[in-house]
Nanobody
Framework: VQLVESGGGLVQPGGSLRLSCATS????????MGWYRQAPGKERELVAD???????NYVDSVKGRFTISRDNAKNAVYLQMNSLKPEDTAVYYC?????????WGQGTPVTVSS
């Protein structure tokens, strides 16, 4: 089972990035897919998640700026991040959760700085 993130990088405040997470087809269908982030010295936090039927959930700090989506045909999940702020700087992790099972990607760093 693999989750592979891509799309992180350095961006100026106010800019945009799109993160992608490619997964094994065997774990995608019924799983709640999510994006978490961990900033230096802080705990990992949920950014957004999406159920197999498309119901989404966001942490308050990203509402209106970030959009999570999934492509069930491609077994992929995305995080469109707009109006990025320095406080969005973190390593972003893709997750797949179903009942008591969780899988994680290796993370992709996002740095928002001028």
């Amino acid at each position: 089972v693999q989750l592979v993130e891509s799309g992180g990088g350095l961006v100026q405040p106010g800019g945009s990035l799109r993160l992608s997470c490619a997964t094994s087809g065997s774990i995608f269908g019924n799983y709640v897919m999510g994006w978490y982030r961990q900033a230096p010295g802080k705990e990992r936090e949920l950014v957004a998640d999406i159920t197999s039927s498309g119901t989404t959930n966001y942490v308050d700090s990203v509402k209106g700026r970030f959009t999570i989506s999934r492509d069930n045909a491609k077994n992929a999940v995305y995080l469109q991040m707009n109006s990025l702020k320095p406080e969005d700087t973190a390593v972003y992790y893709c997750s797949a959760k179903y009942l008591m099972t969780s899988y994680w990607g290796q993370g992709t760093p996002v740095t928002v700085s001028s």
